[in-house]
Every structure is written in structure tokens, then in C-alpha cells.
């Protein structure tokens, strides 16, 4: 077992917001309808709302209540990540300098490092029905999204009708009330924006009836339990590092080698592994990273680790050509013939891995979290073959997908307290061969006097593979900004590894 130090980084990020120390307030997020918006009293007086009043100073320092911050901190229950570590191996010398070698590697990682959003929005019960915040609002994105029901034709949703019974009026019932403004509000079909409007005590409308900019109604209230009954006050993401994670690695490794004889040595390796976790990040790596979407059910983030290879190989030698004075053959010749074809040697190294896992991004609809997207569902439409081509005439470059829409087809939206399907597809893997070509001149007036030239190739093969994490999945004909179209679904733009280098070196020693 081998347990991690932490805390510099966690530190170092902790303090770079860290209130009281360096504090910033800034305004809540998504102001947008006629009647959030701060009101200017006089021509120089600015709005407390725009411009939060500064803090009395002093430790300790408490944020303010009703900041609806996205900030950071750290969970006060962290704890030492460690790993539990089971290895076993059996090798075999084979004569002539080969060794082969089978083993069985775990890795199991304990109280991992994750990030998670405690100020999570919570899944509130209605009491007389039964049903689930959660519930309710993927009952209502079904009607509205995918079986396209109008908002006068919506039957009533419990949830909505019983616990924001006080939304209903203007000729609408509670549900199409909520329904009206996940529609037509400022990001439409954006569902912790929708819930934002009806929970947050300054997006409540008073009994006058206000218009979104696009002149429909909105006259969502309060919960019948007041303001802020799903939502914190304070934050609306509290992105915080916890020591909640866990990790399984399993591998077969198996090693053929051979030692330096003869003026050949290599090594090469295989292994079959799998490797799964709840998310797969690094303590510096900063806040909302690989964080955990549903934070009441860490579970559904498990998935394979970003990092996963089902198989890798790669090997590496080393070949004295055995050609030159005191080699195999020619030992005898003369010092200038050795100086042009003895002296010369190979090397190269190769790697090559299956594909690496990727998600798709749910579009910007926000189902579960405040401040990150959930990761896309399939629908269960059968998907197209990932090709990661080169050569993809007609779709505006190099694409994942000979059929982009057709593979658009195969996905459906994430709904409210679901994650979506993690690392479930598979793009390029890695492959790359390295060479060296050496030769050494044996300067004719001293053995102790060489001159070495080296030709060293990167990627000689100049192969391209493609990164595939830049996918991503539009919504529902809401055309949120900063989201891919159907039209260029699946296109790649970065790329693994780089294109063919070459060097050239020379050393003389004496």
C-alpha cells in the first residue's frame, strides 16, 4: 500500500479564491428577464445587485448568503488518497541471452482525489405524489423534447402542480408555467436555468407579469416552500476536491528480451489491461475538472479511465551491423575500408495502443449541473463504425464518422440527475515508430579518436492519428452557442503525437 502526500496544489488552488484572503464578488449569474434586472435609481447610483457591497473584513471570513457564487473550496473531510498494489510475475531464461517473463499487474486506488459540486442542486420530493424533482422535469423534457407535445396540450406534472402551486395563473397551469420558461428563456432547454428562474428568491416574479425577449409570458413564482428551496443561495457551483474516488487497474504484461550479444538488443512488451474509475484527473489540474455531474450519485460517472488502452505494444532494439574491423566479417580489412563500412549501427523504438476512450457532450442543456454539461445518451439507434479518417471528402475535414449524421442520430439528450454514458466510445489509439541510424569513423591515425554522425527520425512512418475528445453533440434545435451542428459532428482538429521530425548530431571523442 502506498499513500499519496497532497496539498500544495490543493492549497495553491484553494487560496487563489480562497474568501477573506483574496476575495471577489461578483454578480449572480444569469440575470435575463425584465424583471431580474437591477434597477438604476439615479444616474450615478449603481445598483447593490450589479456591485455587491464589500465584506466587514477580518477572519474568519463568511461568504455572502446570497451571492449564488461559482467558486471552489475543500472538502473538510478529505483524506490521504493511497493504492493498493498486487503484482505477481514468473520469467524464463531461454539461452542466448532471451528472457521471457509473464506477470499480472492491480493497481486498486482508494479515496482518490475527484471534484465534486457541493453546492449540488437538490433532489427535492414532493411529499403527496411521490415524485422527484429529477423526475419531474425528465417527465416534462420528454413531453416537450422528444415527443413534442405544445405547452397547452402538457398534462399536468404533480411535482410542479404540488409543490409550485402558486406558479400557476395567466390561463397556465404550474406545468406549463415551468414548461413556458424552459422554452423560451435566455439559454432555451437549459434545465438548471429554468430551475434557477423558479427557485432563486431574485428571479421570483411578483404577481406582475413580466415577458421573456421574445415576447412570451413568464410568470414562474417562488416554490410553495419559498425561495430557494432546491438551490443554495450562496453558490450555485461549489466546484471542491473530495476524497471520494476509487479505481480498479488489472493488466497482463508479458515481456520477450534480449540482452546485449552479438550486437543485437531488444525488448518487447504487450499488455491487455482495463482500467476503470469515477473520474480521471490530477490535484493541479484545477476546479470543475473531471467533475463528478451528480454528486447525491458519484456511481454514475464510472466508467473506463480516460486514460485506458484495452492493448498496447511496444518494443525497442538496438543492431551493431557486423560488418568492420574485429566485427563477424570483415575483421581483418584495412583502416580505410572500415572506415566506410564498418562502424554502423540501428535503433528503433515502436508503439502502438487500441483505441482511447471518449465521451460526448450533452450540447450545453445543463441537466443535472449548474456549471457543467452532462455527457451525452445514446438513444439506442444503431451508430456508424468510428473511422477517425484523414480522408473525409465533403465534411469539411477529417471527421470520426463517414456518416457524421447518421452517428448524430445515435444520441439523445441527458436528462435531469443523469450523468450521461462516460468513455463508452473509442477513437485513435497511439502508434509511432522511432529510428536511429549511427556510424562511427575510426580515425586512421588513432583508435582512441572517433568521429560519430547520427540520423535520428521521429514518427519516420509520418502516420496521423487523431485525438478524439473534440466531439461534441448539438441540442434540440435550440442553438445554443459555442456547440457543434449536425453538419460537423465528429470533425477532429488536434491530433496525437506529431508529424515526422528528423535530427542530425555529430560528436568527435578522444
Excluded at 90 to 106: D, M, N, P, S, T
Excluded at 116 to 132: F, V, Y
Excluded at 290 to 302: D, H, V
Excluded at 426 to 446: A, C, E, L, Q, W
Aim: proline content about 6%.
Amino acid at each position: 500500500m502506498y499513500y499519496d502526500l497532497i496539498g500544495q496544489p490543493l492549497a495553491q488552488t484553494f487560496n487563489s479564491t480562497a474568501f477573506g484572503l483574496a476575495s471577489t464578488l461578483t454578480s449572480p449569474p444569469n440575470v435575463t428577464t425584465t424583471a431580474q434586472v437591477p434597477r438604476y435609481t439615479t444616474f450615478f447610483t449603481v445598483p447593490a445587485a450589479v456591485v455587491p457591497p464589500p465584506g466587514p473584513g477580518g477572519l474568519p471570513s463568511t461568504y455572502p448568503i446570497t451571492a449564488f457564487a461559482i467558486t471552489n473550496s475543500i472538502d473538510d473531510k478529505l483524506k490521504a488518497p493511497y493504492t493498493i498494489n498486487l503484482d505477481f510475475s514468473i520469467g524464463r531464461e531461454l539461452g542466448h541471452g532471451f528472457f521471457v517473463q509473464g506477470a499480472y499487474v492491480g493497481r486498486l486506488s482508494r479515496h482518490s482525489l475527484v471534484n465534486q459540486d457541493l453546492a449540488m442542486p437538490t433532489n427535492l420530493t414532493d411529499p403527496k405524489s411521490g415524485q422527484t424533482y429529477f423526475q419531474a422535469m425528465t417527465q416534462l423534457a420528454t413531453l416537450v423534447d422528444l415527443q413534442h407535445v405544445s405547452i397547452a396540450n402538457l398534462p399536468k406534472i404533480p411535482f410542479f402542480e404540488d409543490m409550485w402551486s402558486k406558479a400557476a395563473g395567466n390561463g397556465q397551469t404550474a406545468t406549463q408555467v415551468w414548461a413556458n420558461d424552459y422554452i423560451n428563456n435566455s439559454n432555451p432547454g437549459d434545465f438548471t436555468n429554468t430551475l434557477n428562474n423558479a427557485d432563486n428568491a431574485a428571479n421570483c416574479n411578483p404577481n406582475a407579469t413580466t415577458f421573456f425577449a421574445n415576447g412570451a409570458v413568464n410568470s414562474i413564482r417562488c416554490s410553495d416552500q419559498g425561495p430557494f428551496a432546491i438551490f443554495n443561495p450562496q453558490f450555485s457551483a461549489l466546484s471542491s476536491y473530495s476524497s471520494i474516488g476509487l479505481g480498479d487497474y488489472h493488466a497482463m504484461q508479458w515481456t520477450i528480451r534480449k540482452r546485449f550479444s552479438s550486437g543485437l538488443q531488444f525488448d518487447v512488451n504487450y499488455t491487455w489491461s482495463k482500467s476503470i474509475d469515477l473520474g480521471s484527473t490530477i490535484e493541479s489540474s484545477g476546479s470543475f475538472s473531471a467533475l463528478i455531474l451528480n454528486t447525491w450519485n458519484p456511481g454514475q460517472m464510472r466508467g473506463v479511465s480516460a486514460y485506458d488502452t484495452t492493448h498496447s505494444v511496444n518494443a525497442y532494439g538496438v543492431y551493431q551491423i557486423p560488418f568492420g574491423r574485429g566485427m563477424k566479417f570483415g575483421s581483418n580489412m584495412n583502416r580505410i575500408l572500415d572506415a566506410f563500412v564498418g562502424g554502423w549501427q540501428i535503433s528503433g523504438t515502436y508503439r502502438q495502443t487500441s483505441g482511447l476512450p471518449f465521451s460526448i457532450n450533452n450540447g450545453q442543456r445543463w441537466p443535472t449541473n449548474w456549471e457543467n454539461d452532462a455527457i451525452a445518451t445514446p438513444n439506442g439507434t444503431p451508430m456508424p463504425a468510428i473511422v477517425s479518417t484523414g480522408n473525409s471528402t465533403g465534411l469539411g475535414g477529417p471527421n470520426l464518422w463517414q456518416n457524421p449524421a447518421a452517428a448524430f442520430a445515435a444520441f439523445g439528450e441527458t436528462m435531469a440527475g443523469q450523468s450521461g454514458s462516460r468513455n463508452t466510445l473509442r477513437g485513435d489509439g497511439f502508434f509511432n515508430i522511432d529510428t536511429g541510424v549511427y556510424k562511427t569513423f575510426t580515425m586512421p591515425y588513432s583508435e582512441h579518436h572517433k568521429l560519430t554522425i547520427r540520423w535520428e527520425a521521429y514518427n519516420v512512418t509520418n502516420s496521423v492519428r487523431f485525438d478524439p475528445t473534440c466531439a461534441d453533440v448539438t441540442n434540440y434545435g435550440y442553438g445554443c452557442g459555442n456547440t457543434l451542428g449536425s453538419s460537423s459532428f465528429g470533425k477532429l482538429t488536434t491530433q496525437l503525437g506529431t508529424p515526422r521530425q528528423m535530427q542530425f548530431a555529430g560528436r568527435y571523442t578522444w
